[in-house]
């Protein structure tokens, strides 16, 4: 620098000032703007659906937003149905023994399933009309006995009049015996030593040779050797 110009000192003056400032004020806006332009924005939120409370469930919208359109719509749960019940026909009819029958069956159908009845039976002591429990016994022509119980009916069915002497179910002899001749399969599987498959043999014998006639007989069945007889014998009668 020239030693003339050495220390000297620019004067704008009172325009050059406010020029001056009018320049940073300018800048100083254009910056502002700038930040101002570039803030982030915010978008806004679309309303929810409104949630609602669904009995035995989780709360749910009004819409379900899971399933598209045309989605499946939800599948009833399909009712059980109920099994069949297992009878035993005995006595004078085509086919005896157990034969299985569905729910709510009367006494005519478990007789067709057995065949029907012979020619020179008397239905008359039947009464063919009454509702089947399961696990229970029909005695076709064949005399019941002397102290054999009430036939108490099926679950929801009403008592039926005139109801068959020989369908007794779960008959019991005084002193607590059980008559092997109008046993069914459930109160013969609770003797001891008597499972379900030698109860069923017992009722299969029976059908073949329509009822016992002696305790004894009892030996004649595979599966009940001596030491089985001797728990059973103060226990059964006929």
Do not use: C, Y
């Amino acid at each position: 620098m020239p030693p003339s110009l050495a220390g000297a000192r620019v004067d704008p003056g009172r325009p050059g000032a406010l020029a001056l400032v009018a320049v940073v004020l300018a800048g100083a806006l254009v910056a502002g703007v700038g930040v101002w332009l570039d803030r982030p924005t915010v978008q806004p939120v679309g309303g929810l659906p409104e949630v609602t409370a669904v009995p035995g469930g989780a709360a749910t919208g009004e819409t379900d937003r899971s399933a598209g359109p045309g989605g499946p719509a939800p599948v009833a749960a399909a009712p059980v149905a109920a099994g069949p019940l297992v009878v035993s026909v005995v006595g004078r009819v085509a086919r005896p023994g157990l034969v299985r029958v569905p729910d709510g069956s009367r006494v005519a159908d478990a007789l067709d399933a057995a065949g029907g009845a012979l020619p020179e039976v008397d239905l008359g002591a039947l009464n063919l009309a009454r509702r089947l429990g399961d696990g229970e016994q029909i005695a076709v022509g064949v005399p019941p006995a002397a102290d054999a119980a009430p036939v108490l009916p099926a679950p929801g069915s009403e008592p039926a009049s005139g109801a068959e002497p020989g369908a007794a179910a779960a008959p019991a002899a005084p002193g607590g015996k059980i008559d092997l001749n109008t046993a069914t399969l459930s109160d013969l599987d609770a003797l001891p030593g008597v499972g379900p498959v030698t109860a069923k043999k017992i009722i299969d014998w029976r059908s073949a040779n329509g009822r016992f006639s002696r305790v004894e007989q009892l030996r004649e069945i595979d599966g009940i050797g001596e030491r089985r007889f001797a728990q059973l014998q103060e226990l059964v009668r006929v």
